[in-house]
């Protein structure tokens, strides 16, 4: 069964840094999404990415956080100047369509920033 | 009125009970509401969906109930088996043309079923 992967599965960083997170959506999927966890947290939206652009975001994607789909399976994102409360699990996900459609989530990158 | 409420915050249940979770929403431009079942270290997955046109689907052990009205809706889980044990996170998005589908989160109920 297709997955959406993530790289790495874990990253520790020291504030300031930049980090980036690498996820490869399902082969024919449309739509990508970034979440994030903070431990014992729920689930938040980030930010949607449709036909090479930034659809929507939320409020915590600030200038510091970037998206790319550098190739045409590879959909990153780029933390420029990493905080401390930056640390969190970030998620990767994916949808054929809006919809009717579930979405696919890959396994995660928990971000360590020290 | 982005938010959505999920309760309890943990759960056990003993095998074979019933095992309740609810939400609450405020936007009323919600049309999709689905469940995710996550275990430690691994990423939510879908467990089952309902739209608003319907107030009640099932899927084997898994049922949800959706009162469009109360702007509520609820996951039973059957049977609860100790296999069973993760955590649930209600969800709402909206699918509607010039939505994105982003899926706005409950803060999730961890579910432990006693053998």
């Known amino acids: 069964e297709p997955e959406v992967t993530q790289t790495p599965s874990h990253q520790v960083t020291q504030m300031g840094q930049e980090v980036i997170l690498r996820c490869v959506p399902i082969s024919n999927h449309l739509y990508f999404y970034w979440y994030r966890q903070i431990l014992g947290q729920k689930v938040e939206f980030l930010v949607s990415?449709?036909?090479?652009?930034?659809?929507?975001k939320s409020e915590i994607f600030d200038d510091q956080f970037s998206v790319e789909r550098p190739d045409g399976s590879n959909f990153t994102l780029k933390i420029r100047s990493t905080k401390l409360e930056d640390s969190a699990m970030y998620f990767c996900?994916?949808?054929?369509?809006?919809?009717?459609?579930?979405?696919?989530f890959g396994p995660g990158t928990r971000l360590t920033v020290t | 009125q982005q938010q959505v409420k999920q309760s309890p915050q943990s759960l056990i249940v003993q095998k074979g009970g019933i095992s309740i979770i609810n939400c609450a929403y405020e936007?009323?431009?919600?049309?999709?509401f689905p469940w995710y079942q996550q275990f430690p270290g691994k990423g939510p997955a879908l467990l089952i969906a309902i739209r608003p046109d319907v107030s009640e689907k099932k899927e084997g052990r898994f049922t949800i109930s959706f009162n469009k009205s109360a702007k509520q809706f609820s996951l039973h889980i059957m049977d609860s088996q100790p296999g069973d044990s993760a955590t649930y996170f209600c969800?709402?998005?909206?699918?509607?043309?010039?939505?994105?589908?982003?899926?706005?989160f409950g803060k999730g109920t961890k579910l432990s079923v006693k053998p």
């Open positions: 969800a709402a998005s909206r699918e509607q043309a010039g939505s994105q589908g982003n899926l706005i």
């Open positions: 996900a994916s949808s054929v369509r809006i919809r009717g459609s579930e979405q696919y």
């Open positions: 936007n009323t431009a919600f049309d999709y």
């Open positions: 990415f449709y036909n090479n652009e930034i659809s929507e």
